[in-house]
Every structure is written in C-alpha cells, then in structure tokens.
C-alpha cells in the first residue's frame, strides 16, 4: 500500500486516504490480476474555538457575546467554580448554528443573575465526535461611561508662550481612551494632535504657541459604552513689524496730496493708529479698513503736502510698537528764467536744490476750460546745466496764446512726478517760424541741429 498526502473533505473533516493494491494468482492460467481499493479513513478533528469572550467582560445595561468555533460542535457555557453548565433561557443562551452560540441578557433577566456572573469564572465548553475544547477563562464585571475629571480651559495667551490643555477622567470602566484633535481657526481643518492615553492621571496637551495655534482643541473619553468630548478655545494674541508706504510715491510735489499707508497684522486686531513726523506726533484722523487676511489692518492718513511736509514718518498702531521710519522729500520746482523762447526753472527739496530727470509738459485751454484739440500738449525733455537750472526752449507753439506748463521729475520707479506748474506762460506774437536764439540760449538747446 502506498499513503497519499492528507486533505479535508466536504464535511471539514480530516481525512487520511489509503490505496491498497489485491491481487489474485491463477496456476492454471498462469495468470495474475491485480486490483486498487480506496479506502478513506476519517480522522475527526477536535473543535477550535475562532472566537471566545475576553478575559474581562464588562457591561451596563446588557450583555451581548460570543463563542465560536472552526468545526460544528455543541457549544455549552459552564461555570467554573462549581463547573456546572449555565441553563440557557435564564442566562440567555441560544446556539445560533453548527459554529456559533451567543449569551445576550437585558433587563430583569441580567439583574437575575448578575451577582453570579460578576463574582463567578466561566468558560465556554465545545463538544464533537472527536472530543471536547474548553475556550480561555473570562469574568464579568460592571462597566461605566466615562466622565470627566478636568476638561480643558479656555486660554488667551501671546505668541511664544508654553500651555497645558489638561484633561483627564473621573469615572469610566473599562478606562476610557484620552484622545485630543484641533480645529484651525485659520484653516477650520481638524486634525489629531498629542498623545492617546488611557492613563488615569490624565493626558495633558502640551504646547509651544504661535499664531497657527489658534483655534479650538477637543478632548475626547472613549470607551465601549460612550463617547464624550469638551472644548477649550485657543487664542493667540500676536503682532507682526507694523509698516509705513506712500502712496503714490515718496517724492511728492509742494500742494499736491499723498497717502501715507500705516499696516499692521496683529491679534486682538490693531483699533487705531498715530502718525508722527520727526518724532512728533502730527494731528491727523486715520480712516481703517481690513485686508484680505483677516487679522491684517491698514490706516488710511491723506496728507496735503506743504513746504513743512518734508520729513521721516513712522506710524504706531494702538497698543503696537512703532514702524521703521521713511522718507516723504518734497520737490518744488521754481521758475527762474522766462526769457522766452527759453524757459528755465530750478528743483528744491526744503529749499536744498536737487537734481532729477526732469520734463515740461504744456498745453493750452479752450472754451470752458477744457483742452482745445487744436492744441495738443507738448512735451519738452528739460536739459541741466550739471548743477541747479533745467532749460527747453518753447518750439512749435502758436504765436500769442497763453500756456500752463507742468514740470514733471522722475525716479526709478515714477516717471512722471509733478512738481510744479507755471501759468499763463505766452508765447511771443509774430511769425512762429523765426526765433532769435541767443548764444546763451543754444546752450540749453538738446543736441538736435536747428535752422
């Protein structure tokens, strides 16, 4: 005979196959005949158990657990100390298939019995054909939800600072599971954040703030029986550098206006603002607006420029610390030379003269004060005579008509920043296509060829 290897049959269970070879002899025919016999033998395997109740079972109001095995067997529950199976209706025992029996009890029928489960051990006790599996002890004991022994606090605290959100349980049987998540007040994201813990001491949230930390953070008692979850709110009272701008530009013109900018992003949210010129504080009413971030806030100062605005302005926002000062430089320019057709001027900054690409820009006026077509502005590129005094000289305007000349300076960012206007500049009457160039005039002249 020869075995061949083992395997399971329908029935799960095991079988060990054998072949046996029978074979007749025949002297007179000189013959032999040989035949194969199957023979299966059954090996029935012993009960396994999948699934038994834990060591400790805890309950409140019910019970709802299980046995289960690998193979069909009788599943019974017995009581260890006296080694007595449980009578099935009072415990609430029923064997729901070949695998499988459940104890549920509820109500009267687990204050019944509830002394005995509570100070007895148990097993669960599988029996078959092949023998019988008793599963791992286990207990019952009264369970509890959770509640609280400290719940976090609500905190307002600067940037930099160190906090601890406590949180820990008073009641809670099996312990409850101490978990912490953190709701973004910049983002709304939640997210898990410290340590879990079934400590009973506790499990403090330990943190090391800045302004991304604000927000509410929720601690979170979890066992078998209930969830529950407190909240404390985070805030984080922080200041950035406030800054100061001027809008258009730092270099203005004598009467013209400009803006001064003052921005500041602060928690709690910067209410007022100061503006100061050389250290002293200048009486001007801000108007304030948000930003597009929320904790950003920026002070209007509308500034009408005279011949005291040059200065370095800082601004402070109420409660804040003061911005790095800037500069406001105030250009005028100063008509000194009308010996037309050369018209000439000087630029000067608190009456220090300065030096800047400048440009002339004329045009006149025709009815109702509004341009006449008929005469475009024109513009002149003004040419320095290396220290103080720009020149042009006034070509192809009409003969007799009364001019307004803007002088515009420039810088890397402007190109065009007014500094002055000269009216009723007029030109001399006669014939427009003869003009008598002195030698001192020629020399203002850019480097064009006239005839």
């Not at 061949?4 to 060990?16: I, L, T």
């Not at 101490?178 to 879990?196: D, N, P």
Request: charged content about 15%; some cysteine; hydrophobic content about 35%.
């Amino acid at each position: 005979r020869r075995r061949v290897p083992e395997g399971y049959n329908s029935s799960n269970k095991a079988v060990e196959p054998e072949v046996f070879m029978l074979c007749f002899s025949s002297w007179k025919f000189l013959s032999l005949l040989c035949v194969a016999v199957y023979t299966p033998k059954v090996l029935l395997a012993e009960p396994v158990f999948l699934h038994s109740p834990s060591a400790t079972i805890y309950f409140v109001t019910d019970i709802n657990t299980t046995c289960t095995t690998k193979d069909a067997a009788n599943i019974s529950w017995v009581n260890v100390v006296n080694n007595t199976p449980l009578d099935s209706s009072t415990y609430g025992i029923r064997q729901e298939n070949d695998t499988v029996s459940r104890m549920t009890l509820s109500g009267m029928a687990l204050t019944t019995v509830r002394g005995t489960l509570v100070f007895d051990k148990f097993i669960c006790r599988a029996t078959a054909l092949s023998g019988t599996k008793n599963s791992s002890q286990f207990g019952f004991t009264h369970g509890s939800v959770p509640s609280f022994g400290q719940r976090p606090r609500n905190a307002m605290l600067f940037e930099g600072n160190e906090t601890n959100f406590e949180c820990s349980f008073s009641l809670g049987t099996p312990n409850p599971l101490i978990s912490w998540t953190f709701t973004s007040r910049l983002t709304g994201k939640q997210t898990s954040v410290g340590m879990v813990s079934r400590n009973p001491g506790g499990n403090p949230l330990k943190l090391k703030i800045d302004r991304y930390d604000a927000g509410v953070y929720t601690c979170q008692l979890s066992n078998q029986f209930r969830t529950v979850k407190a909240s404390a709110t985070l805030s984080v009272n922080y200041a950035n550098q406030a800054e100061i701008a001027f809008i258009p530009t730092s270099t203005v013109a004598l009467g013209s206006k400009v803006d001064a900018i003052c921005t500041i992003e602060a928690v709690p949210l910067a209410q007022s603002a100061d503006l100061y010129r050389d250290n002293e504080k200048l009486q001007l009413s801000p108007s304030a607006r948000l930003q597009d971030s929320f904790n950003t806030t920026v002070f209007n100062f509308s500034i009408t420029v005279d011949s005291n605005s040059d200065g370095n302005y800082s601004c402070q926002p109420g409660g804040y610390s003061r911005s790095e000062p800037i500069t406001l430089t105030v250009i005028e320019a100063t008509l000194v030379d009308k010996s037309l057709p050369r018209l000439c001027w000087k630029l000067s900054s608190n009456g220090i003269s300065v030096i800047h690409n400048s440009t002339l820009s004329c045009s006149t006026e025709g009815r109702d004060g509004c341009t006449d077509a008929s005469f475009p502005k024109t513009s002149y590129v003004a040419v320095s005579n290396g220290s103080e005094m720009y020149c042009v000289i006034l070509l192809n305007l009409v003969p007799g008509i009364a001019y307004k000349c803007e002088v515009f300076a420039s810088n890397d960012v402007f190109k065009r920043i007014p500094t002055g206007r000269f009216d009723d500049i007029r030109t001399p009457s006669g014939d427009p296509s003869v003009i008598n160039l002195s030698e001192d005039t020629v020399r203002f002249l850019p480097s064009q060829q006239y005839v």
